[in-house]
């Protein structure tokens, strides 16, 4: 991210504010679906989905993935997938479990 | 002796030094919190049924919604203290770095009042499982703030205005990286914020 | 404006300075750890009688206690794994060596670098003073599994060490990831790299990715200690006849999953930068190019990547279902194949090469076998159905020293010989290395090979007495004899190795820029390189890491600077 003229970025300022804008709404939707009267599964499923799309915001434009070097991408998805291996850690030792009982 | 690719970008890979090293730093904070996270599923998944739920009830969900806000108003203002320096205007970049400050001390003067309710009402990391994973993950993310909030602190006071003046490239490349993982700070509170307070 | 003692010798940014730093305090603390296991030995050998030397003065009667025993041993695996080989390969040796063979004059970030050294050397220095409080060091084993861990005394400064450690890994390896993506000289492509190089980069993302979850168990067993969480903790726990009074609801699993996730990949942080290191110096001493350098810089990744999925066959004992089981089970066999690659391409690269036996090339020479037979003795630990009756026995002892002591140490060992005319400017004393290495050969395996022995009988590893009050321990109690002489010879042996090292850096022979006639970029700097800069020019590379004796040219070895028009 170097070399920008001024115009460049002014339109970038302008979407930092959209950015802002829609992580609000969010942010008001994620606290409203909590009151909503559903099962847990699907509470953490709408709570989940709209983290991530609040996470993918940031990331994307206040962290500028969405422009990133290949190289930084790479390292990123390399970690990301490590994580989910870190993530279903748990799960598989929940599921697991529960077959030998 | 100069190191290569401090300031400049190395053709070949299109990034300068401290870029890389900083996404590899924030690539190991996601293992940090990812490890924490994994127990937090752990635990939420040995507790009784619905226990965790019952249990987060505790928390004050009106004063999280507010701490988001201010965390991401913060995420925000970081963002264009760094445009601002791109578009050479000194004097917005430190206004925009004080907003990014005072935001980072709301949000501590919030959290700290939302700790000592709990105390007062005898709810301490022992108190169940979940109490304790919400002490640990918050209180890391608190500590992260306050790193944050040292360098900024660092880059906000007179010897910024030394290093805009002598190297202004070199500078921006370092608020772009203090900004980077200021919004991975920002990033992580995203997830703890409905994992902890909402579900 | 010369530079002051303390900025040079003390905080020096220079990175060859701080792989020194890293490589002395390294080796001392090796030795340190070998002396707890010498004061083990002791115990096991000749159970419950007075220590020589320095029992009378620690214990009342001079007899080893129990307690002091379990602490010996938590903190002697500590030590050798994150204060010593770990710091000694990657450390010393990648912060050395890794800047050198790129061609570069520094690491990426020299500040950081320092900032790794010393708080590498915080952690050591509280991992050491915890011997001394009243307290007394760590006794749960370098695993440190709760709800044990929780309880036993000296278990929290353990915990603040780790951090430190792992803080000082995280930085150093960060930093050497950058210093290869970055800083390669003009020419150096990405397959030009020496091995040595790419075992280093696959190392330090092994750390950066695999070493935080370790942190964030770390700081959830200091809670659990410090202000009474029960992450650990099951609900009901009865200690010593009582219930415990934590609130409970965690799991000792919990800690075991997290540990291993760090743990199995460190295992290949072990061993990976000694293949990188016996690579060079195979290649050099047969004047060869290394065989299938491709399918080792392949072998490496993989390798890398498939350790973060192995990790749960360090628990098939936790009574783990079928499913998970079966899961890691195949992970660990697929992950045997990239190591037999490197291994089999190392044997391969020495067919009809003209082997020149120098010291380095003994312990490299040695590394083949001796990983090869740790290697091997794991495939039984890797399958749940053998596993159950190996597990926790000196079986298992015997399989990771194998691929650690006579492996990955005798590799920093051929490190040592070969690079040690680059970093003082003199050859370490040829007879002298080998009066060190043959006879080390032979106690390393006095130490280990009756260990496998033992463990088939059924010997437990945690043992105070080795076993004697076991009527199925009878027949090979004999052994412990054995293994204990052989470590008490293998320790003094090493005064050889302590003399020629000192010896040879005032009065070695006189070494000048490229004593072994080698190929990669280290070899074109003065010795020692140059403070703050390495190369007197800017370096530019025009081959491949390997270029021994092809044929029609002039000399047996073509170095990664020479221009491709002078090849005929």
Known sequence: MSGHDNTDIQSHVRTYMMVFGALAILTVL????????????????IALIIASVKGSLVASYFMHLISERAMIINILLLTIAFFFVLMFLPLMTATDAATIL | MEIPYTVKERPDTGLNNSKLGIWLFLASEVMLFGGLFSAYVFLRLGAPEGAFHEWGKELNVPLATLNTMVL?????????????????????YKLYMGLTLLCAVIFLIVKYFEYTAKFDHHLYPSTNTFLAIYFTLTGLHGLHIIGGM?????????????????????????????????????????????????? | MPEPFWRKYIFSQDHKVIGIQYGLTALAFLFFGFCLMMIMRWQLAYPETPVPLIGEFLWENGILLPEVYNSLGAMHGTIMIFLGVVPLAVGAFGNYFVPLQIGTIDMAFPKLNM????????????????????????????????????????????????????????????????????????????????????????????????????????????????????????????????IISATGGGSPLLWQHLFWFLAHPEVYVLILP?????????????????????????????????????????????????????????????ISIPSVIILTAFFLSLWGGSIRYNTP???????????GIGGLTGLPLGLAASDISLHDTYYVIGHFHYVVAPGTIFALFAGIYYWFPKMTGRKMNETLGKLHFWPSLIFMNGIFLPMFIQGLAGISRRLWDGGAIYSHAADTLWLNEVMSVSAWLLGLIQFVFIVNFFYSMKKGEKAGRNPWDATTLEWVAPSPPIAHGNFESD??????????????RKRDFTPQTEPKKSDN
């Open chain 2, 72 to 92: 991401i108003t913060s995420s925000v203002t970081m963002v264009m203290s760094w445009a601002s320096l791109k578009m050479n205007d000194f004097k917005k």
């Open chain 3, 115 to 242: 900032t790794s050294y010393w708080s590498y050397f915080v952690g050591g220095v509280i991992m050491v003073a915890s011997f001394f409080t009243p307290e007394g060091a760590a006794r749960s084993g370098w695993t440190s599994y709760p709800p044990l861990a929780d309880f036993e005394p000296g278990q929290t400064l353990w915990l603040i060490g780790m951090v430190f450690l792992i803080t000082s890994s995280l930085l150093g390896s960060i930093n050497i990831i950058v210093t290869i993506v970055q800083l390669r000289a003009p020419g150096l492509t990405w397959m030009r790299l020496p091995f040595f190089v790419w075992t280093q980069l696959v190392t330090s993302f092994l750390l950066v990715l695999a070493f935080p979850p370790l942190e964030a168990a770390a700081v959830l067993q200091l809670m659990d200690r410090v202000v009474g969480t029960s992450f650990f903790l099951p609900s009901g726990l009865v200690v010593s006849g009582e």
């Open chain 3, 539 to 552: 370096i530019e590379v025009h081959r491949s890491a390997y270029e021994y004796s092809v044929p029609g």
């Open chain 2, 150 to 199: 040292i360098v900024m602190t660092y880059f906000w006071l007179p010897a910024g205005n030394k290093m805009w003046h002598s190297e202004p490239e070199h500078f921006a490349n370092r608020i772009e990286i203090a900004g980077l993982y200021w919004h991975f700070v920002d990033l992580v509170w995203i997830f703890l914020f409905p994992i902890l307070y909402l579900l």
């Open chain 3, 361 to 371: 090339m003994l312990f490299a020479l040695a590394f083949l076998p001796m990983f």
């Open chain 1, 30 to 45: 994620t606290v409203g679906a909590s009151y909503l009267e559903v099962t847990s599964g699907e509470s953490i499923f």
């Open chain 3, 274 to 334: 000694a293949m990188g290191i016996v690579c060079e110096v195979i290649a050099n001493n047969t004047r060869k190019p290394i065989w299938g350098y491709k399918s080792l810089v392949y072998a490496a990744i993989f390798l890398g990547f498939m350790s973060f999925i192995v990790w749960a066959h360090h628990m098939f004992m936790t009574g783990m279902g079928a499913t998970m089981s079966a899961f890691f089970q195949t992970t660990t066999m697929i």
